[in-house]
């Protein structure tokens, strides 16, 4: 599973990349928004399946985008062009972070609550000189079948849950993993940098 601080990290890659004027203000609140879908993980004290099913729906960012992009409703109008970028970049981070967890095989519940089944997309994209090309994230089965025969997990009423560092037995240690492999620790390491750098040229900019 994908920790929290792989989804900061990466969130602040976005709003390096899409903010025109980057503000510690400004960082902070993606970075925030790429880490509200591991809130879930708390709730999972109230029931076991609101873990990555709580926060991990694409219900908010689509509530977002349509907020964002309605005439109606004129947000455009409203807001200056940097706080829309700031906007999209929030929304960005946190639909990639809930995608962390969708295409791993931890799953999540992207449509409850209208739908309460887990999901989890995951396969291979590989070449073999004996079976060819092989894809099977996605294998469509025209005899009758689901597209996506491996994503469907368990369901939050069927009693299938997401492992919380909140829920645990009596007398079992609470860990919270921060990084759960070197690859993890690279991108949080390029992140850094990367921000770090933006930093130092916006400020020269302006001497």
């Known amino acids: 599973m994908v920790t929290t601080l792989v989804a900061v990290a990466t969130g602040v890659l976005v709003a390096a990349a899409m ?35 709580a926060l991990h729906n694409v219900w908010l960012p689509l509530t977002a985008v349509i907020l964002l992009t309605s005439r109606r409703i004129g947000l455009r109008e409203r807001l200056t062009a940097d706080a829309m970028r700031l906007a999209w970049a929030a929304v960005v981070a946190y639909t990639v972070a809930v995608a962390f967890d969708l295409f791993n095989v931890e799953s999540a519940a992207v ?78 390491l390029v992140a850094v940098v990367v921000v770090g750098l933006r930093f130092v040229e916006q400020t020269r900019g302006e001497t």
């Open 111 to 188: 449509l409850w609550p209208l739908h309460d089944r887990f999901f989890a997309v995951y396969g291979q994209l590989a070449y073999s000189t004996t079976e060819g090309l092989l894809f099977t994230f996605f294998e469509p089965q025209f005899g009758g079948g689901e597209l996506l025969p491996k994503a469907g997990q368990g369901t939050v009423s069927g009693g299938y849950t997401v492992p919380s560092p909140f829920v645990t037995g009596d007398g079992e240690t609470v860990r919270a993993v921060l990084v759960n492999a070197g690859w993890e620790l690279l991108v949080a």
């Open 19 to 53: 903010l025109d004027r980057l503000s510690a203000r400004a960082v902070g609140l993606v970075a925030v928004a790429a880490a509200l879908p591991d809130v879930d993980a708390a709730l999972a004290i109230l029931h076991p399946g609101l873990h990555n099913a």
